[in-house]
């Protein structure tokens, strides 16, 4: 149990017996016979319980027995103050006058003699639990005191700087939603943490969901839990993750997928802060922070009827934007040589940047974002046969950061009237599937993104799957075209 058992008792068999019980259910027994000498001995190391025995009922004049007690509500209370969590156990002779002695001390644990020793090991099994859970609670706090910070986020860049202080301000504020919103791979659940983790929510649980990557049917469940029998597999009560987050934050990472369905519900949640379980009838008051985030344009979402227009201005009261690698002068440098060192620490290897691999670091224009460049890293340093690490190892598209260079071979001829962006987008994507035979691999390649970046922009426009297009199907660029 790794449990620190105080025990304070006169010597003898009982004391020997107890303590070589203590010690077959792997506790640490540390012995003396007085409170005095207790604390004498052992006053600074841990203790989680303590068993005390005071010995025989004080004989004499009333005047001795209120002095007695005095005297043991005085040992009582030095022990709670060098260990203020300390449980005490107070075993107690069967006669009335001691009882009622030992219930005057105010110790709610009293054991009368002799020892029931299946009565002791309950609530040493207890104590046990207890102090797991404390441990965890205290690993729990100091791993956020530690990852759950701002300055985990690398840059000097004026534009990632500017969403830090954003971001440091609205921590502290008692904004109850906050929306994230950045690239795929620019560190939007790293933002979240940070806020999570420097507000004065910090001591309370950090709940995180990807919206798109649980099944529909089943979000609503995860979200707010579901009572037994709410369906056909809910054999048990399941408490959702606002319910869990309690005093602390829920982060919602891809907010955009959500069903409209849900997002209504999300709304009322958001008004109310009340829970009620899926196949519930009781509301359940809850306090916590919604961090929203998503790579989608959800305002292009609200026109396009995907997203629902009252949501997006209850989510959008404080929006902070995370700046995309590509127009962060000089971060991928030193987000680089962080990576390296850390990728070399982990794998045991002593490696560095040579001149030219930076240089080619911030000539790269990093459609991918912070994701991309921490993957090249990590696989440089595997495959690295020197310590230096330079072009040939970090191995990144030979495409140049220069506009003109990503221009060549490529031209848009803009109606008089005008086109909106996200037309413009739609077509060059629709263009790229049909080049690649509408293999999204292909089509993800030539249009220099990740495949999770193209299907996500293909949802966020509508464009079928090309398994479901449908025969025949043409690309509308009448009015654009797309050399």
């Given at each position: ?241 606002f319910e869990a987050a309690e005093g602390g934050s829920v982060f919602l990472d891809e907010v955009g997928e959500l069903p409209l ?65 590509r127009v962060r002068d000089g971060d991928p440098v030193l987000l680089a040589r962080l990576f390296v060192e850390r990728v070399g ?139």
């Open positions: 149990m790794n449990l620190n058992v105080g025990v304070i008792m006169p010597p003898g068999g009982d004391r020997d017996e107890l303590v070589g019980h203590l010690t077959t259910r792997e506790c640490v027994a540390r012995v003396a016979d007085t409170v005095a000498q207790y604390l004498g001995r052992y006053g600074n190391e841990g203790c989680e319980i303590g068993l005390l025995d005071f010995g025989p009922g004080t004989p004499g004049l009333p005047g001795s027995i209120a002095q007695a007690l005095e005297q043991k509500r005085d040992s009582i209370r030095r022990l709670k103050e060098n260990w203020p969590k300390l449980q005490i156990v107070v075993f107690a002779d069967r006669d009335s006058q001691q009882t009622t002695e030992t219930l005057e001390l105010g110790v709610r644990n009293i054991f009368l003699k002799p020892i029931n020793f299946p009565q002791l090991d309950g609530l040493l099994s207890a104590a046990g639990r207890s102090v797991a859970l404390q441990a965890r609670q205290q690993r729990e706090t100091a791993r956020i005191e530690q990852e759950f910070r701002f300055d985990r986020i690398v840059g000097q860049s004026p534009a990632v700087l500017e969403s830090v202080d954003l971001a440091r301000r609205v921590a502290q504020s008692s904004a109850t939603s906050v929306l994230i919103l950045g690239e795929s791979g620019v560190g939007k659940e790293l933002f979240a943490r940070a806020i999570h983790g420097e507000s004065p929510r910090k001591q309370g649980p950090f709940m995180e969901v990807n919206c798109a990557a649980i099944p529909r049917e089943l979000l609503e469940s995860e979200l707010f839990g579901h009572e037994k029998g709410a369906f056909t597999d809910a054999t048990q009560t399941r408490v959702g993750l369905t849900l997002q209504a519900k999300l709304l009322k949640f958001l008004d109310s802060k009340i829970v009620r379980r899926v196949g519930g009838s009781r509301d359940i008051p809850v306090d916590v922070r919604i961090l929203a985030a998503t790579n989608r344009e959800l305002i292009s979402e609200v026109k396009q009827g995907r997203f629902r227009e009252d949501l997006y201005y209850r989510l959008n009261v404080v929006p902070i934007e995370i700046p995309p690698l620490r982990k794998l045991g290897r002593t490696v560095h940047l040579s001149a030219e691999g930076e240089r080619e670091m911030a000539r790269y224009h990093w459609p991918g974002n912070v994701r991309e460049l921490s993957n090249v890293i990590e696989r440089a340093v595997l495959l690295a046969r020197s310590e230096e690490i330079g072009p040939v190892e970090l191995a990144v598209p030979a495409t140049s950061s220069d506009p003109d260079d990503e221009r060549s071979g490529f031209s848009v001829t803009i109606p008089n009237e005008g086109i909106s962006l996200p037309a413009v987008e739609r077509a060059v994507i629709q263009a790229a599937l049909d080049r690649a035979s509408g293999n999204v691999v292909e089509a993800a390649r030539l249009l220099k993104i990740g495949r999770g970046s193209l299907r996500s922009k293909m949802r966020r426009h509508g464009i079928e799957r090309p398994r479901e297009r449908r025969p025949g199907a043409a690309v509308e660029m009448d009015r654009m075209s797309v050399i």
